[in-house]
Nanobody, 119 residues
C-alpha cells in the first residue's frame, strides 16, 4: 500500500508565497515522475509542473517563472514553491507519483490541499 500525503496549503494574500510538500510512503521500490496538479471549482484538473527522478522539470505556461518544483529522492518527497501568487491560483492542489514496486507500477494521487489566494 502506498500513500501520498500533502501539506502546506492555506490562505495567502496576492503576491505571497506558499510551499507545498507531498511525501510518499509504503511499499515503494522507486518513484519515477512526480507532479503537481490543481483543480479549481468548475474546471478540469490541470498539470502544473512535473519532475523526473533525475531532476528534469517541466512547467505549465500559467505558472512558469512563479512556481518551482523540486524533490528529495531519499525522502520520496516532492515540493512546490509558489511565489507571486494570484487570486486565479486558488484551487485544490494535488500531487501525483508514478510508483514502482518490485513487480508492479501504478500512479498514485494525494488527497489534495486547498490553496486560497485572497486579500
Amino acid at each position: 500500500q502506498v500513500q501520498l500525503v500533502e501539506s502546506g496549503g492555506g490562505l495567502v494574500q496576492p503576491g505571497g508565497s506558499l510551499r507545498l510538500s507531498c511525501a510518499a510512503s509504503g511499499s515503494i521500490f522507486s518513484i519515477n515522475a512526480m507532479g503537481w496538479y490543481r483543480q479549481a471549482p468548475g474546471k478540469e484538473r490541470e498539470l502544473l509542473a512535473s519532475i523526473t527522478s533525475g531532476g528534469s522539470t517541466n512547467y505549465a505556461d500559467s505558472v512558469k517563472g512563479r512556481f518551482t518544483i523540486s524533490r528529495d529522492n531519499a525522502k520520496n518527497t516532492v515540493y512546490l514553491q509558489m511565489n507571486s501568487l494570484k487570486p486565479e491560483d486558488t484551487a485544490v492542489y494535488y500531487c501525483n507519483a508514478a510508483v514502482y514496486g518490485s513487480s508492479w507500477s501504478r500512479s498514485y494521487w494525494g488527497q489534495g490541499t486547498q490553496v486560497t489566494v485572497s486579500s
